[in-house]
Structure formats: C-alpha cells, structure tokens
C-alpha cells in the first residue's frame, strides 16, 4: 500500500473550506482562508493566513517526473504567503514560492520552480513557464507568457500578450536564456523579446515591437525589427486627459504613487 | 450567521440539472434548460429558457469588492437570455446582461459589467475585459482580447488574437479609453487596435496589423504601422473559389446573407 | 426515456479511476489507466493502457449538433492510444483519433474531427480547431492555434503563439483552406501563417513573422510581411552555446538525435 491512511493536514481558525476541496498529504493552512470548490491541493502546500482560493484550481501540480516514476515521486513545497487571492481554474506546480499579496486573475498556469516575490499579480490566463524569478509590486496583464529563465526586476508591467522568449537557435535548446528585464520596465501589448537581451531601467517597449536587441535605460524602443526612437521621458500625452506632466518615467506619476508600492515612493 | 439557511432558487420545467450544480441565491431558470456537471451559479443569476450551460462554468463571478468586504458585499444580476449556448469551463461575471442567442466556446472569460446585443458568438478562451459595449450579430473567434471601455457595433467580425487596447500610455491610466469599432468591420487575425481610434463602418483590417490611426469607412488597412491601402471592395479572390462578385463588402454576399442575422439582410 | 438505464463501460487492471469521474456510454479503458478527479468521458471514448488523464479533462466532447438535435445525436469516437499523458482542464473533442505517447498541456482544447500521429506534444493553452493532419513527433509548445484544415507533417515545431489561419477572405467562408506544413519546419513565436500556403520541407520561420508566400525548402523566412533570406544552414549560434556546428538543420543535432524519435534518426 504505497498511500497512507492519515494525511497531515493543519487548518487555522475561521477558515472556509469547501467540503469538496481534495487534500494532499502536508498541507497547512493558516487563519482565516477561503479555499473554494474543487480544488486541488496536492502535497507539501502551504497556504499563509487571510489567502483566498478560487474554484477548481489546483496547487502544487507535480512535474513531469511524476510520469516517469511515479512510485518515487516526491513534491516539491509549494508556498502562498498571506493575503494571497488566486482566482478559479488556475494550476500552480509544485516548487513555486511567492512573496505575500499575490493576486492571480482566472485560469492562470504557472509551471515549477519560480521564485516570485510581493504584491505581484498576475492577470487572467498568463503562462509562467518555470524557473523565472519575478521581483515585487510586478503587474502582468492578461495573457503574459514569460518563458524559462527569464529574470524580471521590480516594478515591471508587462501588458496582454507579451512573450518573453529563451531559445535563439529553436529546437536547438543549448542556448536557453531568458531575456533580463529590469526595474521599472514597460512592455507593451504583444511585443516579443528575444532571448539572452536586457531592457535596461525604465525603457519602454511599444506595442506588437520585436525586441531583438538591449534596449538602453529609458528608452523608448517601437517597431518590428524594434528601433531605439527616444527616450521615453520625451512622450507627451496626446489626449489630453493627463492635465501635468507627461506619461513617462511613470513611477512618478502622483495618481501611481499613491497606490501603495505602485510608484517607486 | 451571514449565510441564510434557506436559498431563492426557481427552475422551470422539463430541465435537466446536474446534481453537481451549486447553487447561489436568487436564481431564476426557465423552462427546458440544461446544466451540466459542477457548475457554480452565484447570487443574482438569471438564466432564460431553452439554454445550455456546460460542463464547470461559473456563472455570475464577483468582483474584486467581494475580497474588499465580504460581508457587505452584493453581487450584481447576471443575465443570459433565452436560447444560448454557454460551453465548458467559461466564467461570467456578474453585472453582464446578454441578447438572446448568445453562444459562446470553451474557456471563455467574461468580466463585469458589458452589454451585449442579441445573436452574438464569442470563442474559445476569449478575454472580454469589462465595461464593453458589443452590438447585435458579431462573431468574435478564437482568443480575442477586448480592453475595457471598448465599444463594438453591430455585425462586426474579429479573428484570433486580436487586441483592443484602452491605455494610451500605459501604465498611467488616465486616459482609459478603448477603440470605436463601427458596424461591419472585420479585423484579421492577430492585428493591434490601439487606443482612442476609430475604424469605420466596413472597414477591414489586415492580419498582424498595427492599427495607429482611424480607419475610414470601408478601406483595407495593412502592416506594422498600419497603412490605408485601397478599399476594400477592391479586393478580388485570388483563390478562384469564390465563384462570383468580389468578397468585400462581405455583407453583400448571397451566402452570407442566407445566413440568418449575419448579413445586412 | 432516451437514457439507457445500464452503460457500456470496460476498465482494465491495475487502473486508478477517481471516484469523481463521470462516465458515458460504450467507454473501453485498458490497463494502468489513472484518470483524475472529476474527468468526463462523453459516450464512446477509448483510453489505451498505461495512459494518465488529469484531473477535469473532459473526452468526446460533443460536436453542435448536440445542440441542434440531441435526441438524435450520437457521439463520434475518440481514441486515445497507449501511453498518453493529458494533463489537467483539457477538452477533446469527439471524433479525434490519436497516435500512441500522446502528451498535453494543461488546458488543451481539440475540437473534432483531427487525425494525430504518434509522439505528438501539444502545450499548455494550445487550440486545434478541428478537420487538420498533424503528422509524428511533432511539438507544438504552448498557445498554439492551428485553424481547420491545417496539413502538419511529420518532427514539425511550432512556437508560442503562432497561429495558423485558413480564411483567404474573411468572413467569406467559401475558400477554406489551410496551410500545409511539411516535415522539419520550424515557426517561431508569434508568426502568423496566411491560408493556402506551403511551408516545405526544413524551412525556418522567425519571431514574429507574417508569413503570406510559400517558403521555399530549408530558407529561412522574416519579417511583416515575410521576406525569404537566406538558407537556414547558414545561420550561426550567436551565444557561443552550440559548440560545434550550427543549429539548422536541427534534425542533424546529435543532442537531438539522442532524443527518441526527434531528430531524423
């Protein structure tokens, strides 16, 4: 009998577990969580106080090796700090550490062995590949792929439909490095970074542009191939409806500091 | 205790309802409905006769108030109307309000608060994003990405992929403002509308394209940036098939009119 | 009453079968079978031995004429071969048949009517849209949309996001033809391939690419629109990775060799 009888489950005070949720085994729940219908909690999950967890998703999926020798298998510690929301049909691998104040939209995939740190959301549908480390008070729109080993600084936006690559030479696989994105960086709707390229501290990347080189601190980068135009401190807002100063460098937009840990403060 | 013991539920006749759905208050459902395994029907939910709700669609999601104050919170009325088909997996927010005839693919994601006319199609793992006007008869296909404020006509066709984007200079915020996308337009596959733009009745818009300014009624755009080339109705089948007339203005064409709703008729 | 009291169900041995799984009618399971919690298998659904189905993957989803006359329908088969691995949240289609080793994603859509060889990976998000060939040991990686009547030969890989399209003159409908891929293509991230065109054989195709002519055997094509460049075999590794030789084409790779079927061999 490869399974034990006994599962070791701790569960806070005033949680809200669903009757449906379906327990691994060493699995701890801190205060006052919610976990909703259907989900999945694999082995070795921790889940810290106040955290919110939506229908059917799942948390601490095994990696491949589970298909290859299964009976061997161990899962890797999986770990959402407090106040975390994680929205429904979202399945989060085993090995994954996130800082506290995660927030994930719907149906959000995120693949083994990332290292994510605070007040980051990720938006609806967006795909982490695995072994990418994410800075804090990052903000990935809807649809966002980032591929493995990519490294994100903090304070980054990355708009829907971005993808971050790693292979330069595909299938070759020999090559695999992500793209560096720094602190403050702006990538814009369904741009395309190629692999083992930096975006240097607060430059901007216009949106469907292909980045196929560095891009230099603050600059604003459009186009496919992408070009290096200006820097982005020299874009005005052409509505209007921004009534002082202009867009960019956005962390010093007052409306944008305020939000607590939004703006650089 | 908040939860009240005893739930508003209403169901017509001849239903068939999984023993798996999970019912929330106030539910309203007409006659000759079918609702299969595992779905979640929240406060507030209307759901009219002769429809289909499939396999583990949430229906009714709340808004991000419901993690601000649970206890205060209430969920505003969704609304499906009469003879739609919602498929697998999708999840609706609550404050939407459907026309008849709605059918939509799998794994689709509707936010709060859009109005949506009658007879509309809505595909596989599209991202509608909330506070969206869609007129009556558009077919919006695989993966389709609509920004909030984003306001669609009638009888308007997006191919996969496509974005509507709403924040000039991202992101500021301020300048929230989606396109304007008039009567009978098609944009192809992949393309990028930004901001605060308007394509006009009829016009189409090329795959992979980046739309960057307005679009006159009726002309082809193409490229990254886009480019107003010739009118669409210019255009002429290259492949043979089509075995008379030209393929713009497609409302014009006898088998698309044969189909109900979906020509000018 | 339309329901047979008594359904048809053969599982072999050694199978884990969640107690949650819901099973239709004439459903042949071979031996070593785990099927996770909450799968829908729809009627006439064969899972061959030593397969892994994850938790809520639905097989032999219904086609629209469920929907149109259901008291008549009947539901084609699916046949899943031996050794396959379909991850969670998935949704196939009836009337798909697959070669053996088949392995998935998470939330794979396959709608109806695909006949799949051998060896075939298709990634997270991936969406076949019905009526394609998709040939042996092919990789398609994650969000990949291949539009109907697609031809897909054999060791073909397809990157992030790229999209297949089949619709000449969209919405048009009467010249519905898919490219044909033919064997060792490679179509990086993002590339958008026009209908009715021919990738041949060993042809490589960059990020972000429109591809809107034929490319000729073993060229590499880039660029909005795409321009055919140079030959393939002629691209350097830049990274310095690659320590000897260079990495097209990549089925002559002695690390790809090395992989079981992924390489010429």
């Not at 490869?2 to 060493?26: L, M, P, Q, S, Y």
């Not at 290859?68 to 989060?92: F, L, V």
């Not at 007040?119 to 493995?148: A, E, K, M, P, Y």
């Not at 709707?189 to 601190?217: C, H, Q, R, Y």
Request: overall charge positive; some cysteine.
């Amino acid at each position: 009998m490869g399974k034990k009888a006994i599962k070791n489950v701790a569960i806070g005070e005033r949680c809200k577990i669903h009757r449906t949720v379906d327990f691994g085994d060493n699995i701890s729940i801190g205060d006052d969580v919610t976990i909703e219908q259907g989900v999945l909690l694999k082995d070795n999950v921790t889940i810290e106080s106040s955290s919110y967890v939506g229908p059917r998703t799942i948390i601490g999926a095994p990696t491949r090796d589970f298909f290859k020798k299964p009976e061997d298998y161990q899962n890797q510690k999986t770990i959402i700090r407090k106040s975390s929301i994680i929205r429904a049909n979202c399945i989060i691998y085993c090995g994954n550490e996130f800082g506290p104040n995660l927030e994930t939209g719907d149906n959000v995939l995120i693949r083994e062995n990332n290292m994510v740190g605070k007040n980051v959301r990720i938006g609806t549908l967006c795909d982490i590949q695995g072994r990418v480390s994410i800075g804090d008070f990052c903000r990935f729109h809807s649809n966002v792929h980032i591929g493995q080993k990519s490294i994100i600084g903090n304070r980054v936006w990355i708009f829907p439909y971005v993808v971050l690559t790693n292979d330069t030479h595909a299938p070759c696989g020999k090559c695999l490095k992500g793209p560096v994105i720094e602190d403050f960086v702006i990538i814009g709707t369904k741009a395309v970074v190629l692999p083992n390229l930096t975006i240097s501290e607060g430059a901007v990347i216009g949106a469907l542009s292909l980045v196929t080189k560095n891009v230099p601190a603050g600059m604003l980068m459009i186009g496919v191939p992408g070009k290096v135009v200006f820097p982005a401190k020299e874009i005005k807002c052409k509505t209007g409806l921004l009534k002082e100063g202009n867009p960019y460098p956005w962390q010093e937009l007052p409306h944008l500091i305020e939000q607590e840990g939004i703006g650089r403060s």
